[in-house]
């Protein structure tokens, strides 16, 4: 077993023991290796503060109904814990292919957006919002990429704070890292999707932005493709600071705030998808890609039939990483599919009452995450109000050439000139913000 593998088996739950070969090869594993015996230790950590939370804040059971059939009832008594996940898997389920290098030009700036304070921050601070954002499209100067630096060490789960107010509507902005499994270098964020939830309205929606759009990042007198704005970020700030300048980027672009972020990587996505027992995807179109990129920077052969497929963590990798059978756009239909299927194979769950799936997740909803700063007790809040609302529908959408149109940089770098406006009313009209 080596330390992907070790490290994938501990989000997932499993833990060093003598009942079974899994467990005993772990064992082994740690006994060599401090690196893993530390992510161990960490996942313990976070089980323990997860259990506290739920000790104390339980939610009130439902009140009996006699419209109510006794299998209702056992759903709604694990639906806030499932609803409690939902908004994170989504994001474990974010997930990217190698990207284009960003380009630069120089850029004027506009107002700022609302920033989150940060509760898990690498103990790196999160850099003050910034008073500048792009207004102006510049002319494509030559590209330029900064050299890479280590990012540092993943930090623990975030404490529950005070107890929140009334849920007021609210964006959580997805990031999926371009990040191999032992990499260490900044990383662009190729996955990049909104998840608007208002409860007030009864809405949820989902809009996904192409990496390869061109946009203006705030006070930094440059212009970049949208996936390098974490990376900049990054370079500055760690993970927080990634995220800070992603969310104040994609927050300009779209014309509204951006409440939240979480940011995910590939094991992330693997490990979400594994510990459900796998997601049933209903695949549109034959889809083969004869160089799909291995982790070992290698390739490989990827073919999907047509047709509903049971796949496991690793092949809804593969399926939503996917996009030489088609392009960008294509693939990010694809996401959303997935993360629809992840969402449907966890109510599932919870409606079997697989307490011992619903408890992995659970564990799993801080641990797997690369960053966020969404509190726990707001996610109890949400959890809340999807369980007395589950049959709400997922409105989404995406940015495509419907609002911009593809041109390149001065030295050839494909990009995405987009239309503002346009994605602005996209946003407006997606989310019912009117």
Same mark, same amino acid.
């Given at each position: 077993?080596?330390?992907?593998?070790?490290?994938?088996?501990?989000?997932?739950?499993?833990?060093?023991?003598?009942?079974?070969?899994?467990?005993?090869?772990?064992?082994?594993?740690?006994?060599?290796?401090?690196?893993?015996?530390?992510?161990?230790?960490?996942?313990?950590?976070?089980? #323990?503060?997860? =259990?506290?939370? !739920? /000790?104390?804040? @339980?939610?009130?059971?439902?009140?009996? &109904? *006699?419209?109510?059939?006794? $299998?209702?009832?056992?759903?709604?008594?694990?639906?806030?814990?499932?609803?409690?996940?939902?908004?994170?898997?989504?994001?474990?389920?974010?997930?990217?292919? #190698?990207?284009? =290098?960003?380009? !630069? /030009?120089?850029? @004027?700036?506009?107002?700022?957006?609302? &920033? *989150?304070?940060?509760?898990? $921050?690498?103990?790196?601070?999160?850099?003050?919002?910034?008073?500048?954002?792009?207004?102006?499209?510049?002319?494509?100067?030559?590209?330029?990429?900064?050299?890479?630096?280590?990012?540092?060490t993943a930090t623990p789960t975030p404490t529950p704070t005070a107890t929140p107010q009334p849920l007021q509507p609210l964006n959580i902005l997805l990031l999926g890292l371009d990040r191999r499994p032992d990499e260490t270098d900044v990383a662009r964020s190729d996955a990049l999707i909104i998840l608007h939830l208002d409860p007030e309205n009864q809405q949820i929606a989902l809009l996904s932005l192409p990496r390869d759009l061109w946009v203006g990042l705030p006070d930094r007198q440059l212009y970049v493709k949208i996936n390098a704005a974490?990376?900049?970020?990054?370079?500055?700030?760690?993970?927080?600071?990634?995220?800070?300048?992603?969310?104040?980027?994609?927050?300009?672009?779209?014309?509204?705030?951006?409440?939240?972020?979480?940011?995910?990587?590939?094991?992330?996505?693997?490990?979400?998808?594994?510990?459900?027992?796998?997601?049933?995807?209903?695949?549109?179109?034959?889809?083969?890609?004869?160089?799909?990129?291995?982790?070992?920077?290698?390739?490989?052969?990827?073919?999907?039939?047509?047709?509903?497929?049971?796949?496991?963590?690793?092949?809804?990798?593969?399926?939503?990483?996917?996009?030489?059978?088609?392009?960008?756009?294509?693939?990010?239909?694809?996401?959303?599919?997935?993360?629809?299927?992840?969402?449907?194979?966890?109510?599932?769950?919870?409606?079997?009452?697989?307490?011992?799936?619903?408890?992995?997740?659970?564990?799993?909803?801080?641990?797997?995450?690369?960053?966020?700063?969404?509190?726990?007790?707001?996610?109890?809040?949400?959890?809340?109000?999807?369980?007395?609302?589950?049959?709400?529908?997922?409105?989404?959408?995406?940015?495509?050439?419907?609002?911009?149109?593809?041109?390149?940089?001065?030295?050839?770098?494909?990009?995405?000139?987009?239309?503002?406006?346009?994605?602005?009313?996209?946003?407006?009209?997606?989310?019912?913000?009117?």
């Amino acid at each position: 077993m080596d330390c992907f593998e070790a490290r994938r088996r501990i989000a997932a739950g499993l833990r060093p023991g003598s009942t079974n070969r899994e467990r005993t090869l772990l064992g082994f594993h740690l006994v060599d290796c401090p690196a893993c015996r530390e992510v161990l230790a960490e996942a313990v950590q976070e089980e #323990q503060l997860l =259990q506290q939370l !739920l /000790a104390a804040h @339980p939610t009130p059971a439902p009140p009996a &109904s *006699a419209a109510h059939s006794s $299998a209702r009832s056992h759903w709604r008594r694990w639906a806030w814990v499932a609803s409690l996940l939902v908004v994170v898997l989504i994001g474990v389920g974010l997930f990217l292919s #190698q990207g284009h =290098q960003a380009a !630069l /030009a120089t850029v @004027p700036g506009t107002p700022a957006q609302p &920033s *989150a304070t940060p509760l898990v $921050a690498g103990g790196v601070e999160l850099p003050p919002d910034i008073d500048t954002a792009p207004t102006a499209t510049a002319a494509p100067s030559p590209t330029a990429r900064p050299s890479a630096t280590p990012r540092p060490t993943a930090t623990p789960t975030p404490t529950p704070t005070a107890t929140p107010q009334p849920l007021q509507p609210l964006n959580i902005l997805l990031l999926g890292l371009d990040r191999r499994p032992d990499e260490t270098d900044v990383a662009r964020s190729d996955a990049l999707i909104i998840l608007h939830l208002d409860p007030e309205n009864q809405q949820i929606a989902l809009l996904s932005l192409p990496r390869d759009l061109w946009v203006g990042l705030p006070d930094r007198q440059l212009y970049v493709k949208i996936n390098a704005a974490y990376m900049y970020g990054e370079l500055d700030g760690g993970a927080a600071g990634g995220a800070a300048l992603a969310r104040q980027t994609i927050s300009t672009v779209i014309g509204q705030p951006i409440n939240y972020t979480i940011v995910t990587t590939f094991e992330g996505m693997i490990a979400g998808v594994d510990v459900l027992g796998g997601i049933d995807v209903d695949v549109q179109k034959y889809i083969y890609d004869p160089r799909y990129p291995t982790f070992d920077y290698g390739y490989m052969e990827a073919e999907f039939t047509p047709g509903v497929q049971h796949m496991d963590g690793a092949t809804a990798l593969i399926y939503s990483r996917t996009r030489h059978a088609d392009n960008d756009f294509e693939r990010g239909k694809r996401q959303q599919q997935v993360l629809i299927a992840i969402m449907s194979a966890f109510q599932q769950a919870s409606a079997n009452d697989n307490s011992d799936t619903i408890s992995q997740l659970l564990l799993q909803l801080y641990a797997t995450a690369e960053y966020t700063d969404l509190d726990p007790l707001v996610a109890a809040q949400l959890a809340r109000w999807v369980n007395n609302n589950p049959d709400l529908a997922i409105k989404r959408d995406s940015v495509d050439l419907r609002y911009g149109y593809e041109t390149s940089t001065s030295d050839g770098a494909y990009i995405i000139q987009p239309d503002l406006p346009a994605i602005q009313g996209l946003a407006t009209t997606l989310f019912g913000t009117e």
